[in-house]
């Protein structure tokens, strides 16, 4: 039996399933398909591009050792399959299952179709704790703990297939813009290896304590969620390694608890992925694409007056990843300060993220703009977490230089510096919005929606989601 293996989001060897159960079976045929279509999509940016063909690099140096590398193609996958198929005449697709966007359900589809037409089967399997069409919560608890306590599976060995392995398009052929991302993690299996090694021998022990703060986050955390969102490393082999750090660290200082908050935050990403499983693939339907296009802008560059924002802004734009606590804050204010619309908003920062994984992007950016939970959402208050998490203005000093002679007691509230009317307004912007009125009309607007005052808080997924996944994790899926 011959097995086309499709590599979608789970670019590795290493405990793949879908790989492991085709060569055990017969012989494999490995294929990633580029598809122009996805790259075309508003959430995909040239550093996703960039990180993933890092992978692939990876990947197919991976296969290639173990005797059959990576073959690249480009186009509609229903044609690329077509077309290896009448060249191979393979006998079946294998894959993992994949939550994802109204795009790639589509695809999916079309897929499921064009196979069944011919009838070829599609074996699609789970690389995580997410589990298709589940009846309960917690029948997912159960099901994953089980799945996460399976053996990770070996890489197999591969017969070497006569074909020509292929080629990437470049980035100017699917039209992706300039999208400069100086000091984004890099992509492939060695970095994510390390990444993992080096935070649970030595970085992990303040994760608790740094996780929330941008400035201590960026090395405590573990900045794994790169890796899983493209499958480099699967969720069951950090769970794994985080299991067995918990034993290596026991009794020491600050791991025990750092490693339990961590393993939580593991489980909570599969529940997130979980909700956007269930409910209705997201559609692109931005109802006002710019709202006040002079605050969307602003937003998006960092420009905003508000320091903590726009520090964060800018920091996400040269790094891709952010810590998920000032991830919720950023799009509060877009939401709830800045009155602009969740998805264009969400969007934004889908593209700006190397790590965006759907599953985990969208039901956080939902939950914050109030449409996704019954509970009514926070609104952040800029100011008073910049003091909480950047008390001394280090971190707004080294994103927003214009602002770095400013006083301590001002760094942030810069506005009502006594020397702000000697130039400061012609070097940093004055804010947007003024944060206490803005915040204070957000308030009332959300009250009024509620459902005791006659209002219409909309939710996305339907209520039996909602109860399946209640959980207070919010924006708390720190990786």
């Known amino acids: ?40 999509q508003p959430d995909a940016s040239l550093r996703q591009w960039e990180f993933l063909t890092e992978s692939l690099a990876s990947l197919r140096s991976d296969l290639a050792a173990l005797g059959q590398p990576l073959i690249l193609r480009t186009g509609d996958a ?25 795009w790639s359900s589509a695809r999916d589809r079309r897929v499921a179709a064009w196979a069944r037409d011919r009838g070829l089967p599609w074996v699609e399997l789970p690389q995580s704790g997410v589990i298709r069409g589940l009846a309960a919560r917690d029948e997912q608890s159960r099901l994953r703990t089980a799945f996460m306590a399976q053996p990770a599976v070996a890489a197999p060995a591969l017969k070497p297939l006569a074909e020509a392995t292929g080629a990437l398009p ?20 060695p970095a994510a290896q390390q990444a993992l090694d080096s935070f649970l021998t030595l970085r992990g022990q303040g994760y608790r304590a740094a996780l929330s703060s941008p400035l201590g986050a ?3 955390c573990s900045r ?21 750090a918990r034993v290596d660290h026991r009794g020491q200082r600050d791991w025990p608890a750092s490693l339990k908050s961590f393993d939580a935050r593991l489980t909570w990403r599969d529940q997130s992925v979980q909700r956007l499983e269930e409910a209705p693939p997201l559609e692109w339907h931005v109802t006002d ?16 007056g508000l320091p903590f924002v726009d520090a964060c802004m800018r920091y996400l734009a040269a790094t891709g990843w952010l810590n998920f606590r000032m991830r919720a804050m950023v799009i509060g204010v877009a939401n709830h300060l800045l009155g602009l619309d969740w998805q264009a908003a969400g969007l934004h920062l889908a593209r700006q993220f190397t790590d965006y994984d759907p599953g985990v992007h969208w039901p956080q950016v939902q939950r914050q703009a109030g449409i996704l939970d019954a509970d009514m959402p926070r609104i952040p208050n800029p100011i008073k977490l910049a003091y909480e998490h950047d008390p001394k203005g280090a971190f707004v000093r080294r994103w927003v230089p214009e602002l770095a002679a400013i006083p301590d007691a001002f760094v942030h509230e810069p506005w009502k510096w006594p020397g702000a009317r000697d ?19 957000a308030r009332a607007r959300l009250a009024a929606r509620r459902p005791s ?27």
């Open 1 to 40: 039996m011959l097995s086309l293996v499709w590599f979608k989001r789970d670019l590795r060897v290493t405990d793949h399933p879908a790989l492991a159960l085709a060569a055990a079976q017969g012989d494999v045929l490995p294929v990633h398909i580029v598809e122009p279509g996805l790259w075309a």
């Open 78 to 102: 229903v044609e690329v399959l077509a077309r290896l198929q009448a060249r191979f005449g393979y006998d079946r697709i294998v894959s993992h299952q994949e939550t994802g966007t109204a």
């Open 170 to 189: 470049s980035a100017r052929s699917l039209a992706l813009v300039e999208d400069r991302c100086p000091n984004r993690q890099p992509g492939g299996r």
């Open 218 to 220: 960026e090395r405590a």
């Open 224 to 244: 794994l969620s790169p890796y899983l969102s493209l499958g480099v490393l699967s969720l069951r082999e950090v769970v794994q390694a985080t299991a067995q």
């Open 289 to 304: 694409p710019a709202g006040d296009a002079a605050q969307l802008s602003a937003w998006c560059a960092g420009e905003t």
């Open 423 to 441: 130039g400061l307004s012609r070097r940093y912007p004055e804010p947007v919005v003024d944060p206490v009125t803005a915040i204070r009309a």
């Open 453 to 479: 005052a006659g209002g219409d808080l909309r939710k996305a997924p339907a209520a039996s989601v909602q109860r399946r996944h209640a959980h207070p994790a919010q924006m708390s899926l720190d990786l």
